[in-house]
């Protein structure tokens, strides 16, 4: 399964969000961002915090799509 964050890059757009806004307002790395801007994994941890900082559910922000190459 691949993660996909499309819908919290659409959340921070709606909220006049930036990417380093978000880094400030979760208090979570830059590495983390960077993992979910290309799909990959990050811990629950990072994702706690990151629907916390915008007070939404996980499944606001996250969304998991098939991997049919393996």
Do not use: P, Q
């Amino acid at each position: 399964m691949l993660a996909n964050y499309r819908k919290l890059w659409k959340i921070l757009i709606d909220k006049d969000m930036k990417k380093k806004d978000l880094v400030l307002a979760a208090n979570v790395s830059w590495t983390s961002v960077t993992k979910m801007s290309k799909g990959e994994n990050v811990s629950m941890n990072i994702l706690m915090k990151v629907c916390k900082a915008l007070d939404c559910n996980i499944g606001d922000i996250v969304e998991f799509d098939r991997d049919d190459n393996k």
